[in-house]
């Protein structure tokens, strides 16, 4: 046990507990909107879809049906602009975390190997260096870290858990720059269907690579998009050099998805109506929430996409903490995704109308 505690941080949603318990006692109960999971229903196409194809006695495939690649190439086409997408350019996961976990050691990364990721950001980025025993260190602008050494660059736009968004110029150049200096990308755009002041863009676009997908690799997920966290669905695009040693890797390990969850990946990706239902519902509780944390003397910076408002009230977010858990508010404290986080608290749109509700009256 003290090897794996040696290799990995302590897990810090523990260090919530009390403050939990705190705003549980609230007489009205709980509001937590501590972590982006959803709670609203899985859409109807995409239950049907998985309840059809239940009888999967057989194993399946790590790559996925070919079906399932088709939808997956037709949704980077339509939604990412990219161009000329095959099947050799697509790979379905189990859930983007454990792609994040696990790919630098899938990489064959290790000691003397660096990984580099966003100053703030979502922890398993350094979960998945440590298990690997890489390096690992923050940027603020990638283009200035040292490239020796360096084998796997990370990006999130829209940020986890600022919402920050990088412009297609930004994108441009550091895309350019890992190219420059033989330094593979992976940008993490799970959020990227989920802009509110800004419009997304994913590092697939041709304004960004110029047609090329060398060295780069986009992730998304269909957990926030289609209610599917519970469903483990995810996909990476990109670079075919990367991609297929990957799904050789993944294959001898037994990485696939369920047969049932593929045929409902096929529904989600093939339909947008559902996911504009459900930015709609997204869109009012956060402007119902910005508005109360506003008037209640927060500061809100970035956040023009994803699910959470990035606040502050200039003070220790633990103290930020005890203080709305006192109204029965739960979020997350900002230092779990970095000391720059000291004071910032993350509030997640994920909860449901009653409570968003709630929230807006204690504050």
């Not at 960004?208 to 997908?213: A, I, R, T």
């Not at 289609?226 to 483990?232: D, F, Q, T, V, W």
């Not at 996909?235 to 390990?253: N, Q, T, Y």
Request: some cysteine.
């Amino acid at each position: 046990m003290s090897a794996v505690s040696d290799r990995l941080p302590a897990f810090p949603w523990d260090k919530l507990t009390p403050f939990k318990a705190t705003a549980a006692a609230h007489p009205d109960g709980i509001v937590d909107l501590s972590v982006g999971t959803p709670v609203d229903p899985v859409p109807e196409l995409i239950q049907k879809a998985l309840v059809d194809a239940a009888d999967s006695p057989g194993y399946p495939t790590v790559w996925g049906t070919p079906e399932l690649r088709d939808a997956i190439t037709g949704w980077v086409e339509r939604r990412l602009g990219a161009h000329d997408v095959t099947h050799r350019h697509v790979l379905p996961i189990v859930g983007s975390k454990e792609l994040v976990a696990w790919l630098p050691t899938q990489l064959g990364l290790g000691p003397g190997d660096r990984v580099a990721y966003p100053r703030l950001a979502y922890p398993t980025y350094e979960v998945g260096a440590r298990l690997a025993r890489a390096e690992y260190e923050v940027y603020d602008d990638p283009t200035e870290l040292d490239p020796e050494g360096l084998k796997l660059l990370w990006l999130n736009s829209p940020s986890n858990p600022t919402g920050k968004v990088l412009s297609k110029a930004d994108l441009t150049r550091i895309v350019a720059w890992a190219r420059e200096h033989g330094v593979l990308l992976f940008s993490d755009e799970c959020y990227l269907e989920l802009g509110w002041e800004a419009d997304p863009v994913s590092v697939l676009h041709p304004d960004v690579n110029g047609g090329s997908y060398d060295g780069i690799v986009s992730v998304h997920s269909l957990s926030k998009r289609s209610n599917l966290a519970g469903y483990r669905a995810a996909f990476l695009a990109g670079d075919p050099a990367v991609l297929s040693p990957l799904l050789e890797i993944r294959k001898h390990g037994g990485m696939m998805t369920s047969a049932p969850t593929q045929a409902a990946v096929v529904a989600a990706l093939s339909d947008d109506d559902h996911v504009r239902v459900q930015r709609e519902r997204y869109a009012s509780r956060r402007a119902l929430l910005r508005e109360a944390l506003l008037s209640h003397g927060f500061r809100i910076e970035h956040s023009e996409a994803s699910l959470y408002l990035w606040a502050t009230r200039g003070e220790s977010c633990w103290d930020t903490v005890a203080h709305l858990a006192e109204r029965g508010i739960l979020v997350a404290p900002g230092d779990f995704y970095g000391s720059a986080g000291a004071e910032f608290v993350r509030v997640a749109l994920t909860a449901t109308d009653e409570r968003i509700a709630a929230a807006v009256r204690r504050l």
